[in-house]
């Protein structure tokens, strides 16, 4: 009898003990989940009615069907903003190549 009374007693601190573990954590994520909900939903309206100049630019490459058709745009854009060739851009070529876009 003592053996029996004293499975029980042990199973049910240790069930007991396994769901506050379960809950605390449960409670943690929710708390992490809304505080990130929060931040998101911040973020996105602080910027909503913000425009930049290259919008119009990350609009058409994100309307490319596929990747590779959005990776030679931005390949073409390379070489023509590169004005010496050299395979790299400098801030003046960059600032050069923005401005002389037809849609910024």
Same mark, same amino acid.
């Given at each position: %009898? %003592?053996?029996? /009374? %004293?499975?029980?007693?042990? /199973?049910?601190v240790v069930v007991n003990a396994v769901m506050a573990l379960l809950l605390d954590e449960f409670?943690?994520?929710?708390?992490?989940?809304?505080?990130?909900?929060? *931040?998101?939903?911040?973020?996105?309206s602080q910027f909503e009615d913000l425009t930049f100049c290259?919008? =119009?630019?990350?609009?058409?490459?994100?309307?490319? =069907? /596929?990747?590779?058709?959005?990776?030679?745009?931005?390949? *073409?854009?390379?070489?023509?903003?590169?004005?010496?060739?050299?395979? /790299?851009?400098?801030?003046?070529? *960059?600032?050069?190549?923005? *401005?002389?876009? =037809?849609?910024?």
């Amino acid at each position: %009898f %003592f053996f029996v /009374s %004293f499975m029980l007693l042990i /199973s049910m601190v240790v069930v007991n003990a396994v769901m506050a573990l379960l809950l605390d954590e449960f409670l943690h994520a929710t708390a992490a989940y809304k505080e990130n909900k929060a *931040l998101n939903e911040f973020g996105r309206s602080q910027f909503e009615d913000l425009t930049f100049c290259l919008d =119009p630019l990350l609009k058409m490459l994100a309307t490319e =069907p /596929s990747v590779y058709a959005c990776t030679e745009k931005i390949r *073409l854009l390379y070489r023509a903003m590169d004005v010496d060739g050299g395979g /790299s851009l400098d801030f003046e070529e *960059l600032k050069l190549g923005l *401005l002389t876009l =037809p849609f910024v």
